[in-house]
């Protein structure tokens, strides 16, 4: 449950679109490193009292090391400009019967400008989407589309099996310039667009943004148990489905790896298998990065050949990949591992992009 914290900020630190990096210290003479979401608490100060959620931070976890600010109970921000006793600003309530459960302006709900449009919308008219199991994946994808079709107009769907604020990812925040938006659905929130969906955030991504192609990933903070269905990212399945009710043309970014100490994360993660395997039941394209290393494609090869009945297995040329993912705006790092540490992982990503890319053609 909640390890609850009480203390004083000392130091704003860094800044990125929707978060703020704070030190705090505690009554006791420790530091904690804390984050606070100013749309939801107000904007941290030096020698402001904050409450703080504790728990990720000292349980030591990876993503999650932060304290998180709750409220600064001295100096409540004040109540949003438009009036909150009717729906005309949104009732689409996300994080939903949390404490800080946030009411949004959902892009299809009546007061939206986009609900007539989305009311009669039933397909995204075949348009690519790749589907990705961990967020860390986004930016190697998205180098890949760009690397081959530059003017490509990407939209990014954060579904709700990682962090729900969009504002935790400092990646999503470097991108920003490279994508048309972000939807956010589920309990996600905090992206351009808000979706209660999957199905609607899709549709908005298409009629809304006009997005020639999309990516739909869990957010960063992913969760895991060590056992084939406890992990978030089997959600991947359940996309390959939307995007097959809804017309579009599912490719699969794979979760390759030679790096993983993990037996089960290595060739291809066991999670990969289980979510294309098991959970979709609708086709998709799974794209294989073409020269890997022997033993590994090997390995590759042998576990995907039972997907192939459903599945359609496409192996990807990966020349100037190197240099596209080299030349990413923001950092590449997956269970902090970088580029050079877990090639496979990040080249597998951009050549499901570069799949998607050629597919606009």
Excluded: C
Aim: hydrophobic share 45%; glycine share 12%.
């Amino acid at each position: 449950m909640v390890r609850w914290r009480s203390g004083t900020v000392t130091t704003v630190r860094r800044r990125w679109a929707g978060a703020v990096e704070l030190d705090v210290d505690l009554p006791d003479g420790a530091r904690m490193r804390a984050l606070a979401y100013p749309a939801l608490v107000g904007d941290p100060q030096p020698g402001d009292r904050v409450l703080l959620n504790a728990g990720a931070l000292l349980m030591g976890l990876g993503t999650g090391g932060y304290a998180l600010v709750v409220a600064l109970p001295d100096r409540l921000p004040a109540d949003p400009p438009r009036a909150g006793d009717t729906r005309d600003a949104g009732h689409l309530v996300k994080a939903r019967y949390t404490p800080l459960q946030p009411i949004l302006l959902g892009v299809d709900e009546e007061a939206s400008p986009h609900h007539d449009r989305l009311a009669a919308a039933e397909s995204v008219d075949g348009m690519p989407v790749v589907t990705a199991d961990l967020h860390s994946a986004l930016p190697a994808i998205l180098a890949g589309v760009h690397a081959d079709a530059p003017r490509a107009r990407v939209a990014y769907l954060l579904t709700d099996g990682g962090a729900l604020p969009a504002w935790f990812s400092r990646t999503l925040a470097g991108l920003a310039d490279r994508l048309v938006g972000t939807v956010s659905v589920g309990q996600a929130f905090g992206g351009d667009l808000e979706a209660s969906t999957l199905h609607s955030g899709l549709l908005a991504a298409r009629h809304v943004l006009d997005a020639d192609l999309a990516i739909v990933a869990q957010g960063p903070g992913n969760l895991g148990t060590g056992t084939r269905w406890g992990f978030s990212g089997v959600a991947v399945g359940e996309a390959v489905n939307a995007v097959a009710t809804l017309g579009g043309r599912a490719v699969g970014s794979l979760r390759i790896s030679a790096a993983d100490p993990r037996p089960r994360h290595r060739g291809v993660s066991h999670h990969s298998l289980t979510a294309y395997g098991r959970v979709a039941l609708a086709p998709a394209e799974l794209v294989v990065p073409d020269g890997l290393d022997p033993d590994l494609a090997a390995d590759v090869t042998a576990a995907l050949a039972p997907l192939t009945d459903r599945h359609r297995i496409v192996t990807v040329p990966t020349g100037g990949l190197d240099a596209a993912l080299r030349a990413s705006p923001v950092g590449l790092s997956t269970m902090g591992r970088g580029l050079d540490a877990d090639h496979a992982y990040f080249l597998a990503a951009a050549a499901a992009g570069r799949y998607a890319a050629g597919l606009l053609r």
